[in-house]
């Protein structure tokens, strides 16, 4: 049976670890709170520019670059939005098993070619994809640190400029969408081209069509709200992630304190059965000497 100062000494360290888990849990829930006000502010925005450009699609006469249909897809592109800490669960890993998937499936010629290139936010992806050798051309750790939207926009006017240069045929967008504490979906959508389907909103369409003055015109509009929209895409991703990744470490340091409690009780209770039997010797060992003290 374990030595009972062992015994102690681990039911100390598990006592010291369920603090840390119990702090670690509060300070996500705090987080997650702020980072979840962030989305939900985001969503209405981002839907509503969505509905406009989608309506301004419809009524546009030119076919504006963005918008254009490759001749191939040789070169693409993935924005990976992974986290910078760990202790958060399988957050990381489930969505970085999804990408694996998704390229394996339909961008293995390109990655074999090495016509495959990354994005990567946060130090997670950066650790997880160069240990597989992946083609990463751009680096943004500690992003989470202070989130702000300059940084998401400096990012998307980049890719917009090099895929309208003809660098990139494709660009994908990997991230944690935020479902709700103890739920988060791995989302890869394509970001460019903007497929003019993925903008019609089903309800609006449904709705009779009105008639709209557009000041100056259609074209000019549209050519200035598009990079916006990606920016807004791309800033919602960041933020969903953001929340997604705070509800599973919350959820993660929550079971680990659970775990811990019971661990702890577990010592106890071994604790308990090993210092009565070292009782239970100890007497016997009296005993026996009296007796033979008294046959002496």
């Known amino acids: 049976m374990a030595n009972l100062r062992d015994i102690r000494n681990r039911i100390e360290s598990v006592k010291n670890t369920r603090q840390i888990t119990k702090a670690m849990k509060m300070v996500a829930a705090a987080k997650l709170r702020k980072a979840q006000d962030r989305i939900i502010e985001t969503r209405p925005y981002a839907s509503k520019m969505k509905q406009i450009v989608g309506r301004l699609v419809q009524n546009a006469s030119e ?3 963005l918008l254009r ?3 191939s897809r040789n070169e ?17 890993n489930n969505l970085f098993k999804v990408i694996g998937k998704k390229i394996e499936e339909e961008y293995a010629e390109q990655r074999s070619n090495d016509s495959l290139s990354l994005v990567c936010i946060g130090r997670k992806a950066i650790k997880h994809f160069g240990k597989r050798k992946y083609n990463i051309i751009a680096e943004y750790p500690n992003f989470f640190e202070d989130v702000q939207f300059a940084q998401a926009s400096e990012i998307m006017k980049w890719v917009i400029k090099e ?3 003809g660098k990139y045929d494709e660009v994908k967008l990997a991230y944690n969408e935020f479902k709700s504490v103890i739920a988060q979906e791995r989302i890869v959508e394509s970001v460019l081209p903007i497929d003019p389907t993925s903008l019609i ?7 009779p069509e009105r008639e709209y003055i557009y000041e100056p015109d259609v074209d000019s509009i549209l050519k200035e709200l598009l990079p916006s929209h990606l920016n807004l895409q791309l800033w919602k991703a960041i933020l969903e992630s953001n929340a997604a990744e705070q509800g599973a470490r919350m959820t993660a340091m929550d079971n680990a304190t659970e775990n811990a409690n019971e661990l702890q009780e577990d010592l106890e209770l071994e604790y308990n059965r090993a210092r009565q039997s070292a009782i239970t010797t100890e007497i016997s060992e ?11």
């Not at 693409?76 to 990381?92: E, K, M, P, Q």
């Not at 909103?201 to 709705?207: A, F, G, L, R």
């Not at 009296?286 to 002496?296: K, M, P, R």
């Open 163 to 165: 895929y309208t240069s």
């Open 201 to 207: 909103d089903e309800e609006i369409s449904d709705q």
């Open 76 to 92: 693409v592109l993935f924005i990976i939005i992974g986290s910078d800490r760990g202790l958060c669960g399988a957050f990381n």
């Open 69 to 71: 249909e490759p001749e």
């Open 286 to 296: 009296i005993i026996s000497g009296a007796q033979a003290l008294e046959n002496a």
């Open 63 to 65: 076919d504006h670059e």
